[in-house]
């Protein structure tokens, strides 16, 4: 909804540049990791998903890193553009399990 | 066109009534869930249900209950005994397979309580 932006983590990035949004998640036995952009008023959409026994995986103009050594995934975006401006949203789960437990989010502003 | 659907977009209430927000999936997905969305937080899960008549508690399901009647359909009810209920609900579904990844949103319900 509009208010979820508030009080978030903000990027701001210009037209063009590359984005990365960082995470840090806190549960060791989590087996896979998965990225959501929210739009302003929308329901969370999924972006892409990375596995732990990887350490990166890439799809159209995002690519996901996991390191799980200091528990940290980045999502980068090449090419930022207008429409990317949302909320990201890091979540996490196990494998056989069906609860995902997502992160607080960034926002992204996308400067023209 | 598949989708789910979350019905009013936006909702009143008066403290001390009970509400029901809808939530109707036609992908064919087993598994349900409803979230709760506060400002500067991550989404809480309220319920979840991964087959039809039944459901499991989430992280925050005091003061809401749910349903499972049918396989497209998971109506939560916001009771009085939820002690602040003013927040934007969010429907999920997915498959019901091994490890959920990839869950599908409605566009959320914002509740207000008056």
């Known amino acids: 909804g509009e208010s979820v932006g508030l009080h978030l983590p903000t990027l701001s990035v210009q037209e063009g540049d590359n984005s990365i949004i960082n995470c840090a998640y806190s549960?060791?036995?989590?087996?896979?990791f998965i990225w959501y952009k929210q739009e302003s008023g929308k329901g969370p959409q999924f972006i892409i998903d990375?596995?732990?026994?990887?350490d990166k995986r890439q799809g159209q103009r995002v690519t996901v890193l996991l390191n799980k050594t200091v528990k940290h995934l980045s999502l980068q975006i090449a090419a930022t553009q207008p429409g990317d401006s949302a909320v990201y949203f890091c979540?996490?789960?196990?494998?056989?399990?069906?609860?995902?437990?997502f992160g607080i989010g960034t926002k992204l502003q996308v400067i023209p | 066109d598949g989708g789910i659907t979350q019905s009013p977009k936006y909702l009143f209430r008066k403290e001390g009534q009970n509400v029901t927000l809808s939530c109707e999936q036609n992908?064919?997905?087993?598994?349900m869930y409803w979230y709760r969305q506060d400002p500067g937080q991550g989404l809480r899960l309220i319920y979840y249900?991964?087959?039809?008549?039944?459901?499991q508690k989430g992280d925050i399901a005091e003061g809401y209950s749910v349903s499972r009647e049918k396989k497209e359909s998971f109506p939560l009810t916001v009771t009085s005994a939820q002690k602040n209920p003013t927040a934007f609900y969010l429907c999920?579904?997915?498959?019901?397979?091994?490890?959920?990844?990839?869950?599908?949103f409605g566009q959320g319900t914002r509740l207000t309580v008056v």
């Open positions: 999920a579904s997915s498959p019901l397979q091994t490890t959920n990844t990839e869950a599908f």
């Open positions: 549960n060791s036995a989590s087996d896979y």
């Open positions: 990375i596995r732990s026994n990887m």
């Open positions: 979540a996490e789960t196990r494998r056989g399990y069906q609860k995902v437990t």
């Open positions: 992908l064919n997905h087993d598994a």
């Open positions: 249900s991964q087959i039809v008549n039944d459901f």
